[in-house]
């Protein structure tokens, strides 16, 4: 039985690990995207990472609830406890499909509406981030043996007292949330797709990361749970708890401010 948080976001990078190779496959091919519902885009990459996901999560947490993203937009509506699950098995789909590198694939752990532990692994640039009760990240192919993979401690930067760094969306940028940064002393900005914004706060390559403009929970969980075991905080523009489980909401999340030093 796997006990500790960090045990579990060691497990969920396993996975993230194994899932890319389809995903890699994907993109290394000419393919051609289609579109959802909801007019966003997907390719076979997502469908066939969710199922080797699924199939291990399965194995590792059996009994636990999944929310997965394709399986949700197929109509999976699953009844979530006190402790579920959070899948994105291509995060940054717009980036994937312009081939730019910067896409990811997510695994978190919720508890009480915390991400407690979380895989973000970005495939193309062989860069993985995993987080517990303390946050690592390493340079990693898709296939590799976590064993095999050098995991270095990561935490966040003292805020410069002269001007803060934040990471801004490379597709999803709009003009409140730059404004808030402003607000908060910006002075430098850096682009960055998926949940790399999270990871690059984690790192202690930025300051902050605020996002006003809509994501699902899928979208946030895995960097929450990175950031947090980093020593940075995930809340609402207000300063107040940023939650998870908002079945009433359909699992949207609405605006959040991803903090690094806050002091």
Known sequence: M???????????????????????????????????????????????????????????????PVLAEESFEAGDRPELGARFMLVDPVDGTKEFIAKNGEFTINIALVENGVPVAGCVYAPALERIYLGGESAFAGDAAPGDALGSVSLE?????????DGKTAVMSRSHADAQTTEFAKRQGVTETIAAGSSLKFCRVAEGAADLYPRFGPTMEWDTGAGHAVLAAAGGAVTKPDGTVFGYAKVSEGYKNGPFIAWGDRS
């Open 2 to 64: 796997i006990d500790t948080r960090n045990a579990l976001a060691h497990a969920f990078a396993e996975i993230c690990l194994q899932a890319a190779l389809p995903v890699m496959k994907v993109y290394a091919t000419d393919f051609t995207p289609e579109q959802k519902a909801d007019r966003s885009p997907v390719t076979e990459a997502d469908k066939h990472a969710e199922a080797v996901i699924l199939e291990r999560l399965a194995v590792l947490l059996p009994g636990v």
């Open 153 to 161: 401690p990561i935490s966040i930067r003292t805020a410069a007292a």
